[in-house]
């Protein structure tokens, strides 16, 4: 016999019932109030012994009153019995997973979100506050998350709720942009999964504001990008796009032309006026290059007072020195730093591709020699790399 704190096993033998002590249990046969059940064991099937076993043992119980030969009926009390016995403790381990899962879904800082199409169905604090803004009333249920999607993305990311609606797919973490109600745009980290519910199926939607994270990594490729006083690309990005260029002029057989410049004068300035207005000067420089420059083309300061240009694709040669005069022109102007007027001038060395040479680091060594010369002529001039011998055309 087993229950509470031992087993007690007179033969091997056959197991002929299992019963559970009801209504008040004895307490040698209880734990904490709570009826433990009690198995006999009898050889040969001596149905007898067991039930005074059991009458014993259980005297309160349904089966105390039972005689030899109610096997079976004793065998559907038990059934019942514990059935009712794991029903109750399925329906209270079901809503402590459900109340559990709750909470975590409520304390969630992702936001989460059920949508049947695009309408919202279920929406966490979380995405509350995401979508409406910290603090604002209202509620997401029943809107359209269509309306929180900025209108470059919207046509595709009501595709994507669709196909997985109807495949069943996952869609995994990708980066995009919710615009909140007050129309402030937040760059999010969204994913996506079929979500089954007794209307048919929807999609769960889980989403993370990177905002931050997104400032951190547009600051990262600027540092590494972009030159810190004017805001032009620096050496490694001019590299970078000259390569691209490089590839397609290959491809489609396009000129372009590369332009090295280096300003006349800016020492001086920067010796007699300082640091600061010397600052001031290349900033100026900078947006007067940008003003002469088309948006297709790349400008790019290389430190110091040494500008370069990429021309991405030009008609002929030539178009390179139309560039250049307007450049003399711009930069020839009256500068004031401060209310100080100041003047200077500019030297630009010209190399062109393909005539001049197919590799793009010779092309920017071409351009810096053509600028030497140019320079040797007196300043504020332009030459040709492939005419460095003759007057510039």
Known sequence: M????????????????????????????????????????????????????????????????????????????????????????????????????????????DGILICSGSRIEFANPAAARLLLGEGASGTLLGSSLLDFLSPSTRTAFRAQLAHIEKSGLELTWVEDRFVRSDGREVAVEVAAVPFPTAAGRSVQITFRDITERVRAKELLERLAYYDQ???????????????????????????????????????????TMGHAMGDLLLMDVAARLRHCTRGSDTVARLGGDEFIILMSRIRDPSDAALVARKLLVSLSGKFMLAGQPCRIGVSIGISIYPSDTEDADQLMKNADIAMYGAKQKGGNHYLYYHQLSGPPP
Do not use: C, M
């Open 2 to 109: 087993e229950g509470g704190k031992g087993t007690t096993r007179k033969k091997r033998g056959t197991v002929i019932e299992l019963a559970a002590a009801a209504r008040q249990p004895d307490p040698q046969i209880s734990h904490a109030g709570r009826p433990l059940p009690i198995i006999v064991v009898t050889e040969n099937g001596e149905e007898k012994v067991a039930w005074e076993v059991v009458k014993r043992a259980a005297p309160e119980s349904p089966l105390g009153d039972l005689e030899p030969g109610g096997l079976e009926t004793a065998s559907g009390t038990l059934n019942r019995l514990l059935e009712e016995l794991l029903a109750g403790q399925t329906l209270a381990t079901l809503r402590e997973s459900e109340e559990r899962h709750r909470r975590i879904v409520e304390l969630s800082h």
């Open 229 to 271: 006083l004017t805001s032009l690309p620096n050496r490694a990005l001019f590299a970078d796009r000259l390569e691209i260029n490089l590839a397609q002029a290959r491809r489609y057989g396009f000129p372009f032309a590369v332009l090295y410049l280096d300003l006349d004068g800016f020492k001086e300035i920067n010796d």
